[in-house]
């Protein structure tokens, strides 16, 4: 079984920055794709950023140049560092991993940003 808990979240001003974590528990072994999406207040989910098991990430139009994934597979953890936040940015972020075919996601961390 895999678990994926988001940590990092809050409230920051309108150009501020956050680090979002993503710990994976159970077998980290098998899994490949890895994400970040976020979902605001009567908007569909969407994707921020991926990351393959070999490092090459893709990037939401809107978060490019701001917005960095990393993953660090000693640990088991997946980052997202957010730079020049703006108040577009509030929204839940939630973690997703795939593994086997399978796809799994974590609790979501709130992620505020002030004007």
């Known amino acids: 079984q895999v678990q994926l808990v988001e940590s990092g979240g809050g409230l920051v001003q309108a150009g501020g920055s956050l680090s979002l974590s993503c710990a994976v528990f159970?077998?980290?072994?098998?899994?490949?794709?890895m994400g970040w999406y976020r979902q605001a207040p009567g908007k569909q989910r969407e994707v921020v950023a991926t990351?393959?098991?070999?490092?090459?990430?893709n990037y939401a139009d809107s978060v490019k140049g701001r917005f960095t994934i990393s993953r660090d597979n000693a640990k088991n953890t997946v980052y997202l560092q957010m730079s020049s936040l703006k108040p577009e940015d509030t929204a839940v972020y939630y973690c997703?991993?795939?593994?086997?075919?399978?796809?799994?996601w974590g609790q979501g961390t709130q992620v505020t940003v002030s004007s």
């Open positions: 990351i393959t098991k070999a490092g090459s990430t």
């Open positions: 159970g077998s980290w072994f098998g899994i490949t794709a």
């Open positions: 997703q991993g795939r593994r086997f075919g399978d796809d799994y």
